[in-house]
């Protein structure tokens, strides 16, 4: 968590805009707040996402977890890995752990939305061996690596990625009441 921020790692093409109107949106600017609220979203750290159909919806790069609007969702329509290339409908940049949000997404068919933020200290999580910079395609690699198994985890000095089905699944995993 020592890391300084520095912006998106990866080359970002903007397609054609495409609002994405969908009820999560709001769950995720509620579930920001708590994390905010929590501390575990220091200045601009954290990012949240859902599978759609074309792809998935991310918080925007710089993104503020606890002031989300719905103006700070991006769609993500493809990341080329290999070209570290991430397509996106808008103007808007995706948040800079997009590679990871999309290897998870293709490393498990039965998930729908992904929390990640800074806190190293949850009961009940699965540890990663090494620590990775973020936005990169070994940060990105070891989440995915990770979360086959387990729903909960923690990026060695980094923070936590819960997956799940549903946004209220994701944030009932970290087990914060």
């Known amino acids: 968590m020592g890391e300084i921020y520095v912006g998106v790692k990866f080359k970002v093409v903007y397609e054609a805009p495409e609002s994405v109107n969908d009820p999560r949106i709001a769950e995720l600017i509620r579930i920001g707040k708590i994390l905010t609220d929590k501390g575990f979203c220091p200045e601009n750290s954290g990012n949240m996402s859902f599978r759609v159909q074309k792809g998935f919806a991310i918080t925007a790069a710089g993104s503020k977890l606890g002031e989300l609007t719905s103006n700070d969702f991006v769609l993500v329509k493809k990341v080329d890995l290999s070209r570290k290339v991430v397509f996106c409908a808008g103007k808007v940049q995706p948040s800079s752990e997009a590679?990871?949000?999309?290897?998870?997404?293709?490393?498990?068919?039965d998930i729908d939305v992904i929390l990640h933020a800074h806190t190293l200290d949850l009961k009940g999580a699965v540890v990663t061996e090494k620590e990775y910079p973020y936005g990169t395609f070994e940060f990105a690699r070891s989440a995915a690596q990770a979360v086959q198994k387990h729903d909960l985890i923690v990026l060695k000095g980094h923070g936590f990625v819960s997956v799940a089905k549903t946004v209220p699944e994701a944030y009932e995993k970290l087990a914060l009441s």
Not at 99 to 109: F, G, K, L, P, V
Request: hydrophobic share 45%; aromatic share 10%.
């Open 99 to 109: 590679m990871m949000h999309r290897m998870i997404y293709d490393a498990r068919d």
